[in-house]
């Protein structure tokens, strides 16, 4: 009984590169959510996404950031032309669609540095 | 934009003592959670409570959900070193709403 799946666990990539987070939920989950938690700071909501469609990006940078959550795989998110202010731990949720209300549960989360 | 405070930040005592941390906020959600983050790792649901007043026991843990949908606390009775980290509430605003937002979290330490 896997629960969400994240790779890499921790990665580095030098200012300029773009870095490729990858997220498998939870079986039977149909929904993905994306959060960002900055070092001594809380987890700030990104995206959410379905199969094909991101529902909220509201969290998003307008700029270099993006996600996806095709039809088949996990999903995606890429960060392009990475800076130092991009160094976190991101973090992705899957969940059901349970009576309406809203039950995430985490993956263990991928810890960028940019250097 | 909703905010959802706790407090206290930190709290450290003793094994076997009682705790209260709360979650405050001035809006309603239709549903709220606690979460537990280990340092390197992604949070834990600990519960999710949805009806103004609900009440949840969790072994050692008591979760309540405010009347007005607004605020949540924690209580951890005789509490234990593995007890020890950092807890989170998160609330989504509306059903069908799925953006959770994040309180600012209680670090718990436990000394044996």
């Known amino acids: 009984n896997a629960g969400v799946m994240q790779n890499p666990r921790h990665l580095v990539r030098r200012r300029g590169q773009e870095a490729r987070l990858r997220c498998s939920p939870m079986?039977?989950?149909?929904?993905v959510y994306w959060y960002r938690q900055l070092p001594e700071e809380g987890l700030k909501f990104m995206v959410y996404l379905q199969k094909e469609n991101i529902i909220d990006e509201s969290g998003m940078p307008k700029e270099r950031f993006s996600a996806e959550f095709p039809k088949e795989g996990p999903s995606i998110l890429r960060i392009q032309q990475v800076v130092r202010g991009d160094s976190a731990a991101y973090f992705c949720?899957?969940?059901?669609?349970?009576?309406?209300?809203?039950?995430?549960?985490f993956g263990q989360g991928t810890r960028l540095t940019v250097v | 934009t909703q905010l959802l405070e706790q407090s206290p930040q930190f709290l450290s005592i003793q094994e076997g003592e009682n705790l209260t941390v709360y979650c405050n906020s001035s809006s309603v959600f239709s549903s709220l959670q606690w979460y537990r983050q280990e340092p390197g790792e992604g949070p834990v649901l600990l519960v999710t409570v949805v009806t103004g007043g609900e009440v949840k026991k969790l072994k050692r843990l008591t979760f309540q959900f405010g009347d007005a949908r607004k605020d949540s606390s924690l209580h951890i009775t005789a509490a234990q070193p593995g007890d020890t980290g950092l807890y989170l509430c998160?609330?989504?605003?509306?059903?069908?709403?799925?953006?959770?937002?994040f309180g600012t979290g209680t670090r718990l330490t436990i000394i044996p």
């Open positions: 079986k039977g989950h149909s929904h």
């Open positions: 998160a609330g989504a605003p509306s059903f069908g709403n799925e953006k959770l937002t």
């Open positions: 949720a899957s969940s059901p669609v349970v009576g309406g209300y809203t039950e995430a549960f």
